[in-house]
């Protein structure tokens, strides 16, 4: 299977993924859930990005570049905005995305 060579990333992309879902999740049990707004937006967004882009390329998508542009900016935008809150589940899921976000730019040339 030619999406092999894609292993790391794909695994990268799930644990992404995982850890926004678990954000989303977290931040909606929050006592000040309207403060956690943009976070539990993000984390939706970018878990979702994540879970297509690991689905593309299962599938060896034509389009690696494009999908890898705009799941660096989702992750980068997500991490950014969970590294603002304490939370043991926003560090987490900031740190997720970070490297979600390195590995995703290393497939833009």
């Known amino acids: 299977m030619s999406h092999e060579k894609y292993s790391s990333v794909i695994e990268v992309l799930h644990e992404c993924m995982e850890?926004?879902?678990?954000?989303?999740?977290s931040c909606l049990q929050e006592d000040h859930v309207k403060e956690m707004a943009e976070?539990?937006?993000?984390?939706?967004?970018?878990?979702?990005?994540?879970?297509?882009f690991e689905q593309a390329l299962t599938r060896?998508?034509?389009?690696?570049?494009?999908?890898?542009?705009?799941c660096a900016k989702a992750c980068r935008d997500c991490?950014?905005?969970?590294?603002?809150?304490?939370?043991?589940?926003?560090?987490?899921?900031?740190?997720?995305c970070r490297k979600c976000a390195d590995e995703c730019e290393k497939l833009v040339s």
């Open 79 to 96: 991490g950014d905005e969970c590294a603002k809150h304490d939370h043991d589940h926003c560090q987490k899921c900031a740190e997720a």
């Open 60 to 70: 060896d998508t034509p389009y690696v570049q494009e999908f890898a542009q705009l």
């Open 39 to 52: 976070c539990i937006r993000l984390d939706r967004e970018c878990a979702d990005i994540c879970g297509l």
């Open 19 to 25: 850890a926004c879902n678990h954000c989303y999740t």
